[in-house]
């Protein structure tokens, strides 16, 4: 009886070579008698593959650097993340040689991608071999990229690059502006990966990302991921690296207001920046309130001049700022799609701290001619409005 097949020539895909195959000289014979049309009915052969175990899976391994098609036996790549995980040097250089020039040989399915985690994970605390990772990732054309790029395996890669680069500020840093200039940060759940760094790195360290960032501003303004960023960044940003943010914001205030992305950063910055960055944004609001309130991305910002700042002058100087502009201006927030929520909002916000200057623009409001107040998008304006002057008007009465 004959032995079971070991690793090697015989597990690879069954194929008809007559050393292999007591069968193959019948088929000859066959193929000899109908030369012409045999393709029509000798069925296919079957692929079979052999499991490996993993001993052999361990001595193959010791035939450095790891083979090619090593992974593509079933079961293979579960060995191999096993001899990882065991601490194996001589199995964790044998992988390593083969990932530094093919990494696309661990990638392509959840076991192959365990395995390249393995890896990263053995590597830790050794920067050559961590560095010889990264440059293999580099260098892989559309390795983090194409169809698999919302996978979730490939993003706990990423995460496993970053948590095993930590201790190795430079390395890591290089690694997440790579990530930035790909525009791969979205897909691997960057922002967290962001705020990792931010909290984990000395500032020395961390701020070359928000350097970075900043270099590249157009493109992340206007988009989600872009805008979440650059808000992380700015939450983090000291000295010259804040100093510079702030300007941008401050030289395009009305363009961030209005972007459909860019909106968020410019609200962050309202949140959770200063109260002289707050004050700073409310002002060069104010001055195109009207362009601003009445854009569907703008308005939002407008609301969050007064409703997000912790100091009460934002919503004082936009109390003024309404209640100086034209009538014909006034009317058309009063009665526009989105300013109206805008009006609504600043009305019933300083109704408790400037009362005075609430009721002075709600009497202006009063006073637009009919056609105005009866617009479908002023109804709602108009209600805030008839609450602010008769609820005067009775205190007033009620004195005498």
């Not at 979440?228 to 700015?234: D, H, M």
Request: positive net charge; hydrophobic residues 45%; charged residues 20%.
């Amino acid at each position: 009886m004959p032995s079971a097949p070991q690793l090697g020539a015989a597990s690879f895909p069954w194929d008809g070579n007559s050393s292999l195959n007591p069968y193959a000289s019948a088929f000859q014979s066959t193929l000899s008698a109908y030369p012409a049309d045999y393709r029509s009915w000798i069925p296919t052969p079957a692929r079979r593959y052999y499991h490996p175990t993993l001993e052999q899976v361990r001595l193959r391994l010791l035939r450095r650097p790891m083979e090619p098609d090593l992974l593509m036996f079933p079961g293979a790549a579960g060995h191999v993340a096993s001899l990882l995980v065991e601490g194996d040097e001589q199995v964790r250089r044998s992988v390593l040689a083969r990932v530094r020039c093919d990494v696309g040989c661990v990638t392509g399915s959840k076991e192959r991608r365990d395995v390249l985690l393995a890896l990263v994970r053995a590597c830790a605390g050794r920067p050559d071999e961590l560095q010889e990772i990264v440059h293999a990732v580099y260098n892989s054309i559309g390795f983090l990229m194409g169809v698999e790029k919302h996978n979730r395996g490939l993003a706990d890669i990423v995460q496993g690059l970053v948590q095993a680069l930590a201790p190795y500020p430079q390395m890591l840093v290089q690694f997440i502006c790579w990530l930035f200039r790909e525009r791969l940060m979205e897909q691997y759940n960057g922002v967290n990966l962001l705020r990792s760094c931010f909290t984990t790195m000395s500032y020395e360290d961390s701020k070359i990302i928000i350097q970075f960032s900043t270099a590249i501003i157009d493109e992340l303004l206007f988009s989600s991921f872009g805008s979440r960023c650059l808000a992380e960044c700015l939450e983090h940003a000291r000295n010259g690296e804040l100093r510079a943010l702030e300007e941008i914001i401050l030289s395009r205030t009305v363009e961030i207001a209005m972007g459909q992305y860019s909106n968020y950063f410019l609200q962050c910055a309202i949140q959770c920046g200063s109260e002289l960055l707050q004050v700073a944004i409310t002002d060069r609001v104010a001055a195109d309130v009207v362009t601003v309130s009445s854009d569907r991305f703008g308005s939002y910002v407008v609301e969050a001049c007064f409703l997000l700042a912790r100091t009460k002058v934002p919503l004082q100087r936009l109390l003024a700022a309404f209640q100086g502009l034209r009538e014909r201006a006034l009317a058309e927030l009063v009665r526009g799609n989105y300013s109206n929520y805008v009006v609504s909002k600043l009305l019933d916000a300083g109704k408790n701290h400037f009362p005075q200057e609430a009721r002075a623009l709600a009497r202006r409001i009063e006073r637009l001619p009919a056609a105005v107040q009866r617009e479908m998008h002023a109804r709602a304006v108009m209600t805030v409005v008839n609450k602010l002057t008769h609820r005067h008007l009775r205190g007033h009465a009620m004195l005498y």
